[in-house]
């Protein structure tokens, strides 16, 4: 293989492949450096078997409303929680096989081993001196484990091992409670575990808004406890772990560390750069280009500790792939921010959150889904949406909600605030009934009644009047 | 009761409450007809108990993942079907009490009785003339049942009669593959009766779109007979009601009528307004104003045989309301259109319809759902839908689908046409991972294939650049 390289890449994840499809376009003088088992954090351990693992929670928890429904024998379901893993690891391993194959078919350019940069041209891997006119760094996270940990061994659990597991313990203690933690938890409890929640936050699953954290709390609790607001201590005891915050304290089987992700950069030579490096060892990175300052290396996807989520990642081994191939760096201009948990009801923060929105400038609509009539004839009726818009122009800034179809709620209000929208014209599309977007309506009319313009009609009137009479 | 009025209404439904819902901040001279039960078509026997028996049936059609998912015992499920009709009486109960107060709390302005026009400005019920400045006639539709159909007496129901039933044959032929028979069908089906479904177009659901029928079609046929393309002809035999399309016979227990829905204009005397009636007996009305000709009289929702949805009926009720207080006729522009059908996977048609596309004009692009990797975790990976944009611009032009949150998929489609937004525009907003709205992007991507100009990046690259840096 030739040692000097267009473009060398450390990581087949998704920023990493996302990166690999732009490059491959401008030229074959290219390789792939991957540390690890491959097919990337998303379809291996992430978000696909987490979506696998509450496909069949949800699915087993219906049953509570089955009598309601008139369906008889719901209390004779069980759960076989093995099955269910191999179902997940199943279809995990379907998920996985498309990059794997994509990184198998580079042949030689496809390098497995840990890389350490030497400088910004130069990387060290298996021995061997690669030089690159550019690197694009794409190495990922992985969970954050506290050191003292380890001792409980297997029963420690983070989401590398979860989906490994043959079977689970009746008791978890699920610690952290942001996106994935909330996942984990709600599923394991609805599989029919004993499951405790403890989050060293006030706010559940990324949130922002007391609202919507305090109506989803309520929600969660009737389900497993939710210790939120407190840091949990582990300690081994003769008959498990014990977890304690302070004030509540159990004592379980197994327990399941969702403290969040940490970017994978230790050894990874980035003091090499010579560029500043925070006290988690990251340099400054634009987001609007990947670039590392003015040096021809990009950092991309979880690795540069900025959000985790997988199409913010995406993109940005996109960016990074297309300005490692460009004459010129380009600036893009990122997403709409959007963030979803998987959570029964779903959690969705869209736009601005709460906390960047400037007091006084803006008005709230919200509406409780309980009244909600679809969401009521599908015994759905949960959860609480807060908009955000100018309290002049009525222009749409965010959104927080936990709600029934939640996830595609966010996406149709992503859209109206990607489009600079405002709730006027967000009222001016087409609502069908029954759906829970009437529920969305109500909020936003729950707006337009604070704003000062308030039209008679969500329609607009023809600019001149058009004899359009029936065929 | 004064018997001069400023606004008679004639009809309380949801076109005649909505018109109701304005007139009242204008006047207090105004009086509501209503002949027959009170609580809205939509509300009583149209989408609310539609939607509560196919949430049963959905629920219970849900075990046939069950194994599949790990879960144990999915096949000593039962349904208990007149504990799920009672069920979505109840619920219709709870959902028709608003509209009911609605006009009880009108105390004499409501008025139980039919009413006769004898002229633009007279109108007789119970023996009493009243004169009314304006007229709003929105009195509705009701099932079209040939009439030799009636020898089958209680054998034969409709959405009127259905949800009364306390108990339901095994053994049923729908007749009629619109939206309602189409979701009844497949409701009935889900609960474990024999159903037999007979369209006489060879299009289901209301689709235009080959490609989309011929999937859908596909997908219900595995759950029950489905014989669209002729006409469906009944005789009463010994074992029951006979049902042939000439081609395919049964003999069925009970048949469903879900032939469509005829204006309630029958006795109304329109022809006393003195201007041309087709041969239903419809005047022309002017959608946009919902005025016939230029008479002081108004035609809002099913009654004038345009197209029977909720929210374009809410929308004529609000726009006859507006307009019979308004000093000057207000011309509004109406919704872009949107229609959904609430079988799995959901029919929606967005926009323009295929056959109201000029060929040659447009591009297609598609998106099979059995490719969808959140589909495929959750077992519904099932579906087919095709996007149209203008073959130069790439705007927006209409969808039809049958995909697995397809009312989703369709609102967040309506909101881009509404927009006037291009292909180019959409990609532009984030899509979370993974959720089926992902589905929806790939068949974008398969129209920006085909289209002139092919951006390198969905995302939009900044207008200068600007050094916003991680903090």
């Known amino acids: 293989m030739d040692t000097k390289l267009d473009v060398l890449i450390i990581g087949a994840g998704s920023a990493g492949l996302a990166a690999l499809r732009e490059v491959r376009k401008h ?17 291996r351990v992430g978000c696909m078997p987490s979506k696998s693992l ?16 008139g369906i008889n024998g719901g209390d004779s379901l069980s759960v076989d929680i093995p099955k269910v893993l191999r179902g997940v690891r199943d279809l995990r391993d379907r998920f996985i096989a498309g990059p794997i194959k994509f990184t198998e078919d580079l042949g030689p350019r496809s390098i497995a081993g840990k890389a350490r940069l030497l400088g910004p ?4 891997v298996n021995g061997q001196e690669l030089t690159a006119d550019k690197i694009i760094v794409a190495t990922g996270s992985r969970p954050i484990v506290p050191a003292t940990w380890t001792e409980f061994g297997d029963r420690l659990l983070t989401t590398d091992t979860l989906f490994e597991q043959e079977r689970l313990y009746e008791r978890i203690a699920v610690i952290g409670m942001g996106a994935i933690g909330v996942e984990i938890a709600q599923a394991l409890a609805r599989l029919g575990l004993e499951v405790v929640g403890y989050g060293q936050d006030d706010f559940l699953a990324g949130l922002t808004n007391e609202a919507v954290n305090r109506t989803f709390h309520e929600l969660l609790q009737k389900e497993f406890p939710v210790y939120p607001g407190a840091p949990a201590e582990l300690r081994q005891t003769a008959d498990g772990i014990e977890v304690t915050n302070g004030t509540h304290t159990v004592v379980v089987e197994q ?3 969702a403290l969040g992700r940490r970017p994978n950069v230790d050894d990874l030579g980035l003091e090499t750069l010579g560029v500043e490096l925070d006290d988690q060892g990251l340099p400054k990175v634009n987001p609007q ?10 950092l991309a996807g979880d690795a540069n500790g900025r959000v ?17 191939v460009a004459g010129k760096i380009i600036c893009f201009k990122r997403r709409t921010p959007l963030m979803v948990v998987f959570s029964d009801p779903n959690i969705a923060v869209v736009g601005k959150r709460l906390s960047e929105l400037i007091p006084g400038t803006f008005v709230t609509g919200a509406f409780d889904f309980r009244r ?5 004839a599908a015994l759905r009726n949960k959860g609480l949406v807060h908009v955000h818009a100018d309290k002049q122009s009525g222009l749409l800034l965010g959104a927080e909600m936990c709600a029934p179809a939640g996830e595609h709620l966010a996406h149709l209000l992503a859209l109206a605030i990607d489009r600079s929208l405002t709730v006027y014209d967000l009222l001016h599309m087409p609502f069908y009934h029954p759906v829970v977007e009437e529920g969305l309506r109500s909020a936003l009319r729950d707006l337009t009644a604070q704003l000062p313009e308030k039209p008679a009609s969500d329609l607009s009137s023809c600019a001149a009047f058009q004899a359009e009479a029936l065929d």
Do not use: W
């Open 372 to 376: 909600q009539g679809r969401a009521r």
């Open 255 to 257: 327990v399941i560390a």
């Open 308 to 324: 985790a989520l997988l199409h913010e990642t995406a993109d940005e081994g996109h960016i990074a792939g297309l300005n490692a």
């Open 54 to 69: 509450i496909e069949a929670a949800n699915a087993f928890h219906r049953r509570q409303s089955f009598a309601e429904f």
């Open 27 to 43: 030229t074959k003088r290219f390789a792939v450096i991957n540390h690890g088992p491959y097919g990337t954090t998303c379809a």
């Open 289 to 298: 280009t990947m670039q590392i300052g003015d040096l021809p290396v990009f």
């Open 121 to 124: 041209h130069h990387v060290l």
